[in-house]
Structure formats: structure tokens, C-alpha cells
């Protein structure tokens, strides 16, 4: 991919590890539906949608105010003293109530209604994220199990080839055994790590791609 020559010098870092994943599906979803972006949007939403059908129901209801004023007066900054006003002139209090009753009862109910229906479409959006989050938290968990599954297997066939090449090259150098023999379980070793590669590579991606729809950063994976 790179367009290397095949004489170039390549240094390779890292290495295609196993790391367990120990979460269970319960888990792994309750972790997608709090660290999910589009989940925690979702839900967002259908709050607002909530406290603005709340705010058009207000109008189907009277509006009622209160308030309170307080006065000081006095002939300096501190307000304390007045030569020219009363002891009852210098404090007084107010206390205020006032209702409102606008009559709009088509429109008003008419919007209330259709924030309500805004409502309705916001959680229904809202189910729809959390199972398509879901789907891809057991996709993601599916594949990972099944790489993990592969490796073991993949394990296995690489000691059981190499015993093999060793068998064969044992018999070759003791010239009981041909050539092609040997070239043939040495194919059987590469062909086996390649296999031990691909399904170590298949699982570090499923498990990103898991963490991914948890919504959460793996650290852990991140290439230095």
C-alpha cells in the first residue's frame, strides 16, 4: 500500500496482543446508552420537547403576578436622616397580585396538541438511537467473541504446525524424509501465523469498534 520497494528497510512497532474483554452484554449496552452521544442528543431533546409543550399549556390556564416594593427616602446617601420627612414618610411597602385570562382556546389547545405530537416524535427518535445503539453494541460484541474464539484455534494450529516442521525437518536431516516435505510444513507454519495474525487483527478491530459504540475512548488501543 505504501509502494515500498521489497529491499527497504521496514521497522514494525507494537504487536498484535490478546486482551480480554471481560464486560457482559448488560454492561456493554448501559455504558452505550450513558457514554453515546447521539443518546445523551436524544435525550436532550425530548426534554425540550417536554418543557416547551408545558410552556404552550400555560396558556390554557390564567397567568397570575405578584410583586412587592419596598421604598427609603432621606436627605443623604445612607438614607437614615430627613429633616423635611416624617418617620412614616421616610419607609414604605407595596404588595401587588394580578391574574390574566386570555381566551384563545382553538389556537392555544391547537399548539398545545402539537407540541405534544413533537413529544411523541422526539422519544420515538430517542428509541430509535438507543436500538440501533444497541444492534451495534451486540454486532460489535458478537465479532469480538468470535475473534477470540479464532485465535484459540488459531493458537493451536500454529504449535501443532510447527511440531510438524519439526518432525519433518528431523526426518530430513535424517534423509528419511524428502525436501518437498519439508517445504510443505514449512508453508503449513506460515500459513497457520498468517491465520493466528488475521484473527488477532480481527479482534483488536472488533473491540475498537465496540468501545466505539459505547461511546467511550479505549486508551489502551492507541498507537504511540
Same mark, same amino acid.
Given at each position: 500500500m505504501?509502494?515500498?520497494? #521489497?529491499e527497504a528497510? /521496514?521497522e514494525?512497532?507494537?504487536?498484535? %496482543?490478546?486482551?480480554? *474483554?471481560g464486560l457482559?452484554?448488560n454492561?456493554?449496552?448501559?455504558?452505550? *446508552?450513558?457514554g453515546r452521544?447521539? /443518546?445523551?442528543?436524544?435525550?436532550? @431533546?425530548?426534554?425540550?420537547a417536554?418543557?416547551?409543550q408545558k410552556?404552550?399549556?400555560s396558556?390554557?390556564?390564567?397567568? /397570575?403576578?405578584?410583586d412587592?416594593?419596598?421604598?427609603?427616602?432621606?436627605?443623604?446617601a %445612607?438614607?437614615?436622616?430627613?429633616?423635611? #420627612?416624617?418617620?412614616?414618610s421616610?419607609e +414604605?411597602?407595596?404588595?401587588g397580585? @394580578?391574574?390574566?385570562?386570555t *381566551?384563545?382556546?382553538?389556537s392555544t389547545y391547537?399548539?398545545y396538541k402539537s407540541?405534544?405530537?413533537?413529544v %411523541?416524535?422526539m422519544r420515538?427518535?430517542?428509541?430509535?438511537?438507543?436500538?440501533?445503539a444497541?444492534f =451495534? /453494541?451486540?454486532q460489535g460484541?458478537?465479532n469480538?467473541?468470535e475473534?477470540?474464539?479464532?485465535i484459540?484455534?488459531a493458537?493451536?494450529?500454529?504449535?501443532a !504446525?510447527? =511440531?510438524s516442521y519439526?518432525? !519433518?525437518?528431523?526426518?530430513?536431516?535424517a534423509?528419511?524424509?524428502?525436501? &518437498?516435505? #519439508?517445504?510443505?510444513?514449512q +508453508?503449513a507454519?506460515?500459513?497457520?501465523? +498468517?491465520?493466528?495474525?488475521q484473527?488477532?487483527s480481527?479482534?483488536e478491530?472488533?473491540l475498537s469498534t465496540?468501545?466505539?459504540?459505547?461511546?467511550?475512548k479505549? &486508551?489502551a488501543l492507541?498507537?504511540?
Amino acid at each position: 500500500m505504501l509502494n515500498l520497494p #521489497l529491499e527497504a528497510p /521496514v521497522e514494525y512497532v507494537g504487536e498484535l %496482543t490478546y486482551l480480554p *474483554f471481560g464486560l457482559t452484554l448488560n454492561e456493554c449496552l448501559d455504558r452505550a *446508552f450513558k457514554g453515546r452521544p447521539d /443518546v445523551y442528543i436524544g435525550q436532550k @431533546s425530548v426534554q425540550i420537547a417536554e418543557k416547551d409543550q408545558k410552556i404552550t399549556g400555560s396558556g390554557l390556564y390564567p397567568q /397570575v403576578g405578584a410583586d412587592y416594593n419596598y421604598y427609603k427616602k432621606g436627605d443623604d446617601a %445612607t438614607l437614615r436622616n430627613s429633616n423635611a #420627612l416624617s418617620n412614616n414618610s421616610k419607609e +414604605a411597602w407595596t404588595v401587588g397580585a @394580578s391574574a390574566s385570562w386570555t *381566551f384563545q382556546w382553538g389556537s392555544t389547545y391547537n399548539q398545545y396538541k402539537s407540541a405534544g405530537e413533537n413529544v %411523541t416524535k422526539m422519544r420515538a427518535d430517542l428509541d430509535n438511537t438507543k436500538l440501533n445503539a444497541g444492534f =451495534e /453494541v451486540k454486532q460489535g460484541l458478537l465479532n469480538q467473541r468470535e475473534a477470540a474464539d479464532r485465535i484459540g484455534v488459531a493458537k493451536k494450529s500454529v504449535e501443532a !504446525a510447527r =511440531e510438524s516442521y519439526r518432525m !519433518a525437518m528431523a526426518r530430513y536431516q535424517a534423509q528419511v524424509g524428502t525436501n &518437498t516435505d #519439508l517445504l510443505t510444513a514449512q +508453508a503449513a507454519v506460515s500459513t497457520s501465523e +498468517a491465520q493466528l495474525s488475521q484473527a488477532l487483527s480481527d479482534y483488536e478491530t472488533a473491540l475498537s469498534t465496540l468501545y466505539v459504540a459505547m461511546g467511550e475512548k479505549n &486508551t489502551a488501543l492507541e498507537i504511540h
